[in-house]
């Protein structure tokens, strides 16, 4: 009889260059700890818990009973497609054309593709940090140097444009900016955005603008880098249905940029994924087209609730936390708890049973913060702060 040998399996280097996103992990062990008996108050994971809209979900299955269940175009289906480019010349107040839209499963292939498409070996991309993971992860996967621009809470989380401009080199490629931002729920003003175009000037530098929250946005209005004039050719816009339509799981997203760099990005989606599910896209154009109330009523609460558990955390010995703009989290500064930030949310998992995320699962300058997600109910906030308080009255 043949023997099974177990062979030593080979990955590529570039593997060991390969990030993850921790709110995933700590959801997994938050789990593991429920089926122990342990109750949970999941805070972790950056998912609306509304359930997706009526409307949106009856047009996606009256999509899959008319047979939308076969390959589509690799850049999406071209009334979709079309939809965004009248949404976004709409909102962004420049015109876009349906050439210039690429829908993928969610938002992260913007990220990745983007990256693949125009970021060689030693190139470097600035982006935020503290920031989504993904940015950094994708940058050093493809073997860029990855720049962080340190976003801090003595400037409201923004980006200190003088800062930016010293970091920027003639090996720049790419700048990464988020707004609203996760994880801070920092967002960039007008100002902010003028300024930052300035500091680019006529440098031939693209600029990825990560703007999945732009209608969860509680003060002022939400301006897009690419409404600057000149900048619409260097912007690419990464945007989506998960957050503002609570459709995580449908996963869709699109990135709309020029259209030379649209054909590049639509050749990733044909060598990775094809296409996106046809049956999800008809759904998305009801999202866009239909009934915005539920967009609205999403928005009103995920505010009550952040001003609830912002209020609460600034009540919390060695817990203070500015009022975040704009998405669904709250960044408390945590540092006068004596406790590093990876420590502190493991207690809080472990003994207080309110799952968070530390500020180091989003780079180096997230050490001092924890990241808490008030996509839950007012109830189940307030027992979470219940809970904190208690265990910081014991701990601290």
């Avoid at 177990?6 to 709110?23: D, F, N, P, V, W």
């Avoid at 444009?161 to 996760?182: C, F, G, M, Q, Y």
């Avoid at 902010?192 to 600029?207: M, S, T, V, W």
């Avoid at 930030?341 to 809080?348: E, F, G, R, T």
Wanted: hydrophobic share 40%.
């Amino acid at each position: 009889m043949p023997t099974t040998t177990q062979l030593e399996l080979r990955l590529a280097s570039r593997m060991s260059r390969l990030g993850t996103e921790t709110a995933f992990e700590v959801l997994n062990r938050a789990r593991q700890l429920e089926k122990q008996g342990k109750e949970i108050i999941h805070l972790e994971i950056g998912e609306p818990d509304f359930d997706t809209p009526a409307n949106v979900v009856e047009a996606g299955v009256d999509a899959l009973h008319k047979g939308w269940t076969h390959y589509g175009p690799a850049a999406g289906l071209p009334d979709l497609r079309q939809t965004i480019a009248d949404y976004v010349s709409r909102t962004r107040n420049v015109p876009v054309s349906s050439e210039e839209v690429v829908v993928v499963p969610g938002g992260k292939p913007i990220i990745f593709f983007t990256m693949l498409a125009l970021v060689d070996e030693e190139d470097e991309v600035i982006y935020p940090n503290p920031g989504f993971p993904i940015y950094e992860s994708m940058i050093n996967y493809v073997g860029g140097r990855a720049i962080p621009i340190p976003l801090r809470e003595a400037r409201d989380f923004s980006v200190d444009v003088k800062e930016l401009a010293s970091l920027i080199t003639d090996r720049t490629r790419l700048i990464i900016l988020n707004s609203p931002h996760n994880p801070t729920g920092g967002v960039l003003t007008k100002r902010d955005i003028l300024e930052i175009a300035e500091a680019i000037g006529d440098r031939n530098i693209l600029i990825l603008s990560d703007e999945i929250y732009s209608r969860l946005i509680y003060e002022g209005d939400h301006f897009s880098i690419m409404s600057v004039p000149g900048f619409k050719e260097r912007t690419i816009l990464l945007d989506g249905f998960s957050k503002t339509y609570a459709m995580t799981g449908w996963r869709l997203g699109y990135g709309v940029m020029r259209p030379d760099l649209a054909t590049h990005i639509a050749r990733l989606m044909t060598n990775s994924n094809s296409c996106t599910a046809s049956f999800t896209q008809v759904a998305g154009i009801e999202a866009l087209r239909g009934d915005q109330s539920s967009v609205h009523k999403m928005n009103t609460e995920f505010k009550r609730r952040r001003d609830v558990f912002v209020a609460g955390l600034n009540k919390i010995k060695g817990f203070s936390c500015r009022v975040p703009k704009g998405a669904f989290y709250a960044f408390p500064n945590i540092t006068k708890t004596g406790w590093p930030s990876k420590k502190l949310a493991d207690a809080l998992l472990e003994q207080a049973g309110v799952a968070c995320l530390s500020g180091t699962a989003f780079g180096e300058y997230g050490e001092g913060y924890l990241r808490f997600s008030v996509a839950n109910s007012l109830e189940n906030l307030s027992n979470a702060l219940a809970r904190i308080e208690d265990w910081a009255g014991k701990n601290l």
